[in-house]
Structures are given as structure tokens and as C-alpha cells.
């Protein structure tokens, strides 16, 4: 199991990605249902922590995408801040700078 904790720039809280095979310990650790193991990643949230999960192997760019969506919607909640159809760029910052994190600790 490779971790990975990121403070969060200008929101709060740390991003946790973490890449593993072995999902029985991982649902052992954070308390998930086993089925949890049917998918090839998912978020999480607890306490200050985001946190990302991908198995083990190659992880296709649209996965990448839809989870930063979910990494970028829970910050965004977790801090009351609403999304502006006119002002997106503070959502566009935040996306890249999660698939950026995300992107370096898979590559690593």
C-alpha cells in the first residue's frame, strides 16, 4: 500500500491518495463495506482528510478526472463554498491542482 498526504492549498485539510491490492485491509482500516472492492477507485472523507483510493496497476486519465470531481466537490463543501457557473476558477484551480497531486503520486 503506497500513501500520500498533501496539505490542501488555500482551502484547509490534507489529501490522502493511496494506490493498493490489498482492499481487505483497507476496508479493515477505514471501517467500508467489502463490496467497496468492485470498484477501481473511490473518495472518502474523514475528519481533515480527502481521501482517494486507486488499485494497484495503470489508472486511465478519465478515472483520474472523476474522482478529482468528487476530491473537489467534498473541499468545496467542507468549506461552504458554492459553485459559480460565472466564476469557475477557483474550481478550475482546484481540479488541476488535485490531477496534478494525483497524476505526480501515480507517475511515482
Known amino acids: 500500500m503506497r500513501v500520500s498526504r498533501i496539505?490542501?492549498?488555500i482551502y484547509f485539510g490534507k489529501l490522502v491518495i493511496i494506490q493498493t491490492d490489498d482492499w481487505k485491509l483497507l476496508c479493515k482500516r477505514f471501517k467500508l463495506n467489502p463490496t467497496i472492492d468492485q470498484h477501481e477507485a473511490f473518495v472518502l472523507t474523514q475528519r481533515d482528510q480527502i481521501i482517494v483510493v486507486f488499485r494497484?496497476?495503470?489508472i486511465c486519465p478519465s478515472i483520474i478526472a472523476h474522482e478529482a470531481v468528487h476530491i473537489v466537490n467534498e473541499i468545496f463543501l467542507s468549506c461552504s463554498v458554492q459553485l459559480d457557473l460565472n466564476n469557475d476558477e477557483p474550481q478550475a484551480y482546484l481540479t488541476g491542482?488535485?490531477?496534478k497531486q494525483i497524476h505526480?503520486?501515480?507517475k511515482s
Do not use: N
Request: hydrophobic content about 50%; cysteine-free.
Open 56 to 58: 494497484e496497476g495503470e
Open 104 to 106: 505526480k503520486f501515480l
Open 7 to 9: 496539505k490542501i492549498p
Open 97 to 99: 491542482w488535485v490531477v
